[in-house]
């Protein structure tokens, strides 16, 4: 079993940045890919970006290329979404999400999911 709490959501201005956390527990979270997906209000989640288990390989969407980046710090069980160049569409409830599988952008195949934050940014 493996249990997320994400963290760092709030209120930000077009441009600024965040750094959103996802703390996990259990060891296996180590040998799990992670993934962070994002929902806005009368849309469907949806991927955001993704690394493999050992950090290795990092996968984005294109709306966050070049602004995003997912990290992870396995000695801390965390993994991290830093955004940058923030956008208004970016505003969403962030989750993060572990898969045992093959690191993939389908949030079907995720196993674990954290409750969420909330992160708007204004214009």
């Known amino acids: 079993q493996v249990q997320l709490v994400e963290s760092g959501g709030g209120s930000v201005q077009a441009g600024g940045s965040l750094i959103l956390s996802c703390a996990a527990s259990?060891?296996?979270?180590?040998?799990?890919?992670m993934g962070w997906f994002r929902q806005a209000p009368g849309k469907e989640r949806e991927f955001v970006a993704a690394?493999?288990?050992?950090?290795?390989?990092?996968y984005y969407a294109d709306s966050v290329k070049g602004r995003f980046t997912i990290s992870r710090d396995t000695a801390k069980n965390t993994g991290y979404l830093q955004m940058n160049s923030t956008k208004p569409e970016d505003t969403a409830v962030y989750y993060c999400?572990?898969?045992?599988?093959?690191?993939?952008?389908?949030?079907?195949?995720?196993?674990?999911w954290g409750q969420g934050t909330q992160v708007t940014v204004s214009s």
């Open positions: 999400a572990t898969t045992n599988r093959v690191v993939t952008v389908q949030a079907r195949q995720y196993d674990y």
């Open positions: 259990g060891r296996t979270f180590r040998s799990y890919a």
């Open positions: 690394i493999t288990w050992n950090g290795g390989r990092t």
